[in-house]
Every structure is written in C-alpha cells, then in structure tokens.
C-alpha cells in the first residue's frame, strides 16, 4: 500500500465523523478529529489495522487551546508498519478534558496519565486521573509543561 491509498482509505472510513485529513509523504498522515468523535476514530483506525499508540503527545497554544496528539501505528500489518498516523484533537484552553482512548488503544494508558499530570488535561475514563505520576502527590499549582509555568528561583522572578 502506498501513501495516496492508505490516505484515501483513511478518509473513506471517517468521512461521517467530521475530520480532516492530510499527510506528508512518505509516511505520516494527520487526521484532526473533534473531540466529541474522537473515541469512534480510533476504533475505526484500530480496524483499518493501527494496533497501537506510540506516543501521546500535548501542545500548548497560550490562551488559545491545547492539542492532543496520539501518534498511532501498526504491529500486527506489516503493510502498515511503515505508516504514522496522528490523531488530533483540540481542546479549549478553559476546558481541557477530552475522552480517554485506553479502551481503544491500552497502550496510552501511562501516556494519557503523563499528559495530565504534566499539562492538566483530563482524559475522561482514564483509571488513574486522581493520582500523581511525576510530580509528588504534594504538587500544587499549573502543571509545569503548561508555556504558563514560571520556574520560582531565590531572589530572581523568572
């Protein structure tokens, strides 16, 4: 399978979830999902054969919004190995909750948990939600990943 066909396979199976997809060759396709449909994405990615998620990734747009980004591959189709898929959702910045995909894919179990103790998103139906992963359980204050976060040093306001 080439890039045009996995891309137009892609569109294909999500084309009633409102999403857009494109790519860059030769092997990444982006498909932004509302988060609202984000949870049937990954199934139907899961059944086109992406087994996995590699990495669960946040990105802080300041006052604006966050992104969640999984990035998705294949273990078990090896005409799919090569491939990357993100999926991507956008989260409000006043509202940075977005349903948990571990039923889907159990492999962002720990990646989902890190996203939110480093960022505060909150991955709805996520078993761990209520406790700390990095940070001591003493933690107070905006998550330190967050563009927001200022380091307090002695004698310096930095």
Do not use: C
């Not at 045009?4 to 494109?22: C, M, P």
């Not at 980004?69 to 956008?90: E, G, H, K, P």
């Amino acid at each position: 399978m080439n890039f045009e066909e996995l891309k137009s396979k892609i569109e294909d199976k999500l084309k009633d979830l409102n999403v857009e997809v494109s790519g860059k060759e030769p092997n990444v396709v982006n498909i932004k999902v509302p988060r609202e449909n984000i949870v049937e994405a990954a199934k139907r990615l899961k059944i086109l054969g992406f087994d996995h998620v590699k990495a669960v990734t946040a990105i802080d747009y300041p006052k604006d919004r966050f992104e969640v980004v999984y990035i998705a591959s294949s273990y078990s189709d090896l005409n799919l190995a090569y491939f990357l898929v993100n999926l991507r959702t956008n989260l409000p910045y006043d509202d940075p909750r977005t349903p948990s995909l571990i039923e889907v894919w159990p492999s962002a179990l720990y990646q989902e948990h890190e996203e939110h103790d480093l960022m505060g998103i909150t991955f709805e139906g996520h078993p761990r939600m209520g406790e700390r992963l990095l940070l001591p359980e003493t933690y107070e204050g905006l998550p330190p990943l967050r563009k927001e976060f200022k380091v307090k040093t002695e004698g310096i306001n930095a």
